[in-house]
């Protein structure tokens, strides 16, 4: 096991240098950066600038002063917004983002387990086609479509809830319902699969056959076996709810991270779409690298092999 | 269990020789792979219409710019912001050219005098919708099938090298596929868009240059499996070319895997390019696509939503039904669900 | 003698998608209080399947009784509702799988395992049936009970595992236990302990058990009565020692013929031709006719009843029928007839008068 996360910790790194450095890379190839609204200054004040960023440095100075900056943490500065630190500036938009994948995710998994074990238990009736229709329609339609949907139903004709602005909590309902829907299908899937695997096994069968009934058959034995893999798609999951938030916060004007991205890439400035695809690669190769991990902790039967997937 | 029994004709007790190989005769007519294949997914029946749909909707994205006297790129500011109006529907008060102004609900059409028609309305610059979104559909499926397509050249070509010669060239390439698989496909992505002009190629490469990881790993591991089984043992053993081992042998059993992870790769690629150009990253104007339309209609939803739904709708019919043909394709073709 | 279970004339279909499977097509035979009943036969004859239809652990939806009785304690379990057999299965009736790598829950304590029966069918309290599995741990020979209670089952070997699975069996002491296939996994050394095992208990809990294998060898070591079965129905029942020294059915034959012996020097074994029957359309006949070189005309035309040997040996094949042409079985199975009293090659011993 030990063995296995070094080795996972040692691709992370990789993954992550490579991502740095591309996006250094592109810093300096595209049109108009670092300084995105460069020529409006005079070329005394950008003189200034780029002596105070050490823009006039050679590249590979410039290169190893980025990678330095990156590793403390420092994502560069937006120039859009007066200079403003591009950590801070995600930081202090962390908290929407947060508060919005964190419903989605616990809401969404906890229906589609539920729904999951609908179907897997009463394989082949109606609750079992419900689920699976909701299933793929969860799959299939992006998270966009449903925030769209969302909002013209119970924003604009329902006026349940204001269009467009930020005003607490409840208006975190709709966009995390539409965050939701991707985890739910994917959860509800995958547990029923599971579930129907599980029942299946010979263990089940030995259960049975001790005299258990249907409800311990159902939650003392199958429910935990099929449960454990799901964190398994934890790690696509949470990839599919950063993408799915970037679009969903623009949608319903919660002004997270994903939202500040939007805007940053419709007006150009570089800085923060770099940092900020910096602060996602982070985010989600560590998500994916705890998971990972997790699956070996929890699950008694890799725990000790040390094994790999 | 006593010996009661009936006379029986003394000639049934004579002693028969029976050729033992006839006991071995299979009583199910065998089928080939592929006519199993097609037995199966024809009983699935929602993979069957998702088929049907499919194809009707590429029938469109072809016939549909043509049904209509509009061309999809053409600016006419006077017809800006028409409601959809339909002959023959119209009378049934559905697609009548009634929508809002301002407060006021008021059929459009007769306020600006123009008797023609828009079947799906138009957009703030007056082109038509019906005809863009075929118009879009069909670029929206192109970005997808040629992503697809690479995806699949790459990935086969990529992981079929790893499988088959293994040792030191599928440890090297298998290190540089985990390092690649690290990086999220978003991330990637958007480096890559931002790297590129916008347009069809710069979507399709950013799509495809980590899309291909995926069918590589799963053509590897299928190569693994099959290169030391008796039959290309056999093949080799008879002098047969790598080549030859390959095309005939491997090939073949791989195509029912590539063709499953193939129907799953296309609806991520249309999401994806959905997705980058609603986030404003994708096609620019006068060209249409599913994203830049449902885009463009969000930002009218409060008054004109069928700009938004007509897009959406499409978008999401050709999300579930890949993803049904999908499904309906790997129950069909898994071997272990065979009996 | 007590009978403690008895089957009357089974019969039962599988619906699969491609069709009907007649899987046990007429099975009768009883089990007595403390014997031991092989039931042998190649893999895919019906053993399994009359076993779990005794448990009623096929699966609800493509199974269907067509015929018979499950006669146990004086009800028919076929009849009873799953709740009546939810209290019997565990208590009365227990079971052992073939595969002890997959029988036990991977993410459930053995311990937890143990207890489970005692907690329900025995009504004791945590700590009650605590010190009762640590017990039954000690007495299927598992070193260290108490610590090994709180392990997960991937922590110990095939043969510690089907020691627990046996200690789960015989929790609530059964008066029937059905093993099916218990040592066909195990290596051939852990096979012997495992055997072993289960006759020390059976002496001491004096349990009764439906021994299911597809191995000569093994039966000959545990049961009192062999059953053998062949395409959904049992074409010969009786003591060990009738089946052994004196089989009538040709299936028996092929099946002793094809079995190694220790003392034997022949280089080749001999094994039966052909394939079992097609059970989505079984043979009219005998179904083992097509692979039998004794086989009569008849046989193709009508299945044999069950034609009587002896007070406990039956053998359902048309060569017993008065009628029916004398043959010699095969050489080594003639080899072994001879030492049979009672059989027809009998060479008595020690000059022994006729
Ligand atoms: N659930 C099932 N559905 C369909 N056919 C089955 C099922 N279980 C067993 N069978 C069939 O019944 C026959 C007898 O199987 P089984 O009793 O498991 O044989 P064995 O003697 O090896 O234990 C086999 O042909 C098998 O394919
Ligand atoms: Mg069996």
Redesign the pocket.
């Known amino acids: 096991m030990a063995k296995y996360i070094t080795k996972r910790v040692v691709y992370m790194f990789i993954s992550l240098f490579l991502i740095a450095s591309l996006t250094f890379v592109l810093m300096k190839l595209l049109p108009g950066s670092p300084l995105a609204s460069a020529e409006k200054l005079s070329i005394e004040q950008r003189e200034v600038i780029y002596e105070k960023y050490g823009l006039n440095d050679p590249i590979p100075v410039q290169y190893i002063r980025y990678m330095g900056n990156l590793a403390k943490g420092d994502f560069g500065i937006s120039f859009q917004y007066k200079n403003a630190d591009v950590m801070t500036l995600i930081l202090k938009k962390l908290e929407y983002s947060v508060i919005l994948g964190a419903q989605a995710i616990v809401f969404g998994t906890v229906i589609g387990i539920v729904l999951g074990m609908i179907a897997a238990l009463k394989q082949n009736t109606i609750w079992d086609y419900g689920s699976t229709i909701i299933a793929i329609l969860g799959i299939s339609i992006p998270s966009f479509v449903f925030a769209v949907l969302l909002q013209f139903i119970f924003a604009v004709e329902l006026e349940w809830f204001d269009v467009g602005l930020w005003n607490g909590w409840k208006s975190s309902i709709l966009p995390s319902i539409a965050l939701a829907m991707g985890p739910i299908a994917i959860a509800a899937r995958f547990i029923r699969t599971e579930m129907i695997e599980v029942l299946g096994t010979d263990y089940i069968l030995l259960a049975k056959a001790k005299g258990a009934n249907w409800f311990e058959i159902a939650f003392k034995h199958a429910f935990r076996n099929a449960l454990i893999p799901l964190i398994t798609v934890l790690g696509p999951l949470a990839a599919g709810l950063l993408t799915g938030s970037l679009v969903v916060e623009q949608i319903f004007a919660i002004p997270g991270i994903g939202e500040q991205f939007v805007k940053s890439i419709n007006s150009n400035d570089y800085a923060i779409i770099m940092g900020t695809t910096m602060f996602f690669s982070v985010f989600l190769i560590v998500i994916i690298l705890i998971v990972d991990i997790l699956y070996g902790i929890i699950d008694p039967r890799i725990r000790l092999s040390g094994g790999s997937k | 269990m006593t010996n009661k029994l009936e006379k029986l004709p003394k000639d049934s007790f004579e002693r028969i020789t029976i050729d033992s190989t006839q006991a071995e005769k299979i009583s199910k007519p065998s089928l080939s792979f592929w006519q199993d294949a097609w037995l199966r997914i024809r009983k699935n029946k929602a993979a069957i219409v998702s088929m049907f749909i499919l194809i009707f909707i590429v029938f469109m994205t072809f016939a549909g710019p043509f049904m209509v006297k509009h061309d999809p790129e053409a600016v006419k500011v006077s017809h800006a912001n028409l409601p959809p109006k339909v002959p023959g529907l119209e009378k049934l008060g559905i697609f009548d050219g009634v929508g809002k102004l301002g407060s006021k609900t008021v059929n459009l059409y007769e306020l600006k005098k123009i008797d023609t028609y828009y079947w799906f309305g138009t957009d703030s610059l007056g082109r038509d919708l019906f005809s863009r979104l075929w118009k879009g559909t069909q670029i929206s499926l192109l970005i997808a099938f040629v992503a697809a397509f690479i995806d699949v050249v790459v990935g086969v070509i990529y992981g079929g090298i790893s499988g088959y010669y293994g040792g030191r060239t599928d440890d090297i390439m298998q290190r540089i596929v985990e390092v690649l698989i690290g990086i999220p496909t978003l991330v990637i992505v958007i480096l890559m868009i931002m790297m590129m002009d916008s347009g069809i190629w710069s979507i399709i490469i950013a799509i495809s240059i980590t899309g291909w990881i995926g069918m590589s790993r799963i053509v590897r591991g299928q190569v693994l499996k099959y290169k030391n089984q008796e039959f290309v043992l056999a093949a080799r053993t008879l002098g047969a070319s790598d080549r030859r081992i390959i095309g005939k042998h491997l090939l073949p059993n791989l195509m029912a895997i590539i063709i499953v992870n193939m129907m799953f790769t296309i609806p991520t690629a249309i999401f994806f390019e959905a997705f980058l150009s609603f986030i404003g990253l994708g096609l620019q104007a006068p060209k249409a696509s599913l994203g830049t339309l449902i885009n463009d209609g969000y930002k009218f939803i409060s008054y004109q939503p069928y700009m938004l739904f007509f897009p959406a709708f499409v978008l999401s019919l050709l999300m579930i039904a890949f993803n049904l043909i999908g499904d309906g394709l790997r129950d069909a073709l898994d071997p272990k669900m065979k009996d | 003698m007590e009978k403690i279970i008895e089957v009357k004339d089974l019969e039962l279909s599988f619906h699969t998608f491609a069709g009907e499977v007649k899987a046990i097509r007429g099975v009768s035979f009883e089990v007595f209080k403390g014997e031991t009943l092989a039931i042998v036969g190649e893999?895919g004859s019906g053993?399994?399947v009359t076993t779990k239809s005794i448990m009623r652990l096929l699966p609800e939806s493509s199974t269907e009784f067509k015929n018979g009785q499950v006669l146990f304690g004086g009800r028919d379990l076929l009849k009873i509702s799953e709740r009546e057999m939810q209290k019997v299965r565990g208590k009365d009736i227990s079971m052992i799988f073939?595969d002890p790598m997959t029988s036990l829950n991977p993410t459930m304590k053995i311990g937890k395992q143990i207890m489970e029966p005692l907690l329900k069918h025995q009504k004791l309290n945590k700590s009650d049936a605590w010190k009762k599995s640590v017990e039954l741990l000690g007495l299927v020979g598992m070193p260290q009970p108490e610590m090994r209670m709180k392990q997960f089952p991937h922590q110990f070997s095939g043969g510690q595992r089907q020691r627990i699975v046996i200690a789960v069996a015989l929790a609530c002491n059964p008066k029937l236990l059905i093993a099916?296939?218990p040592t066909t996994a195990l290596d051939v050394t852990i096979q012997a302990q495992i055997l072993e095992l289960m006759k020390d208990l059976q002496k001491k809990i004096d349990t009764s058990i439906i021994f299911?294998t597809h191995d000569l060898g093994v039966v000959a070591n545990v049961a009192d009565r062999v059953a053998v079965m062949y395409g959904g129905q049992i074409v010969e029942v009786g003591t060990v020692d009738e089946i052994f020294y004196n089989p009538q059915h040709p299936y028996t034959w092929g099946l002793l013929s094809s079995m190694p012996s220790l003392d034997a020097t022949e280089d080749k074994l001999y094994a039966i031709p052909g394939t079992p029957p097609d059970l989505l359309a079984p043979p009219k006949g005998d179904a083992f006719a097509l692979r039998s070189e004794y086989a009569l005309k008849i046989d193709l035309e009508e299945m044999p009843p069950l034609f009587k040997v002896s007070e406990t040996h039956y053998a359902a094949t048309w060569l017993l029928h008065p009628d029916a042409p004398q043959v010699d079985p095969p050489a080594p199975v003639m080899e072994r007839m001879k030492s049979f009293p009672g059989s027809r090659y009998y060479e008595g011993n020690a000059g022994g008068a006729k």
């Open positions: 893999s053993k399994s073939q099916d296939e299911i």
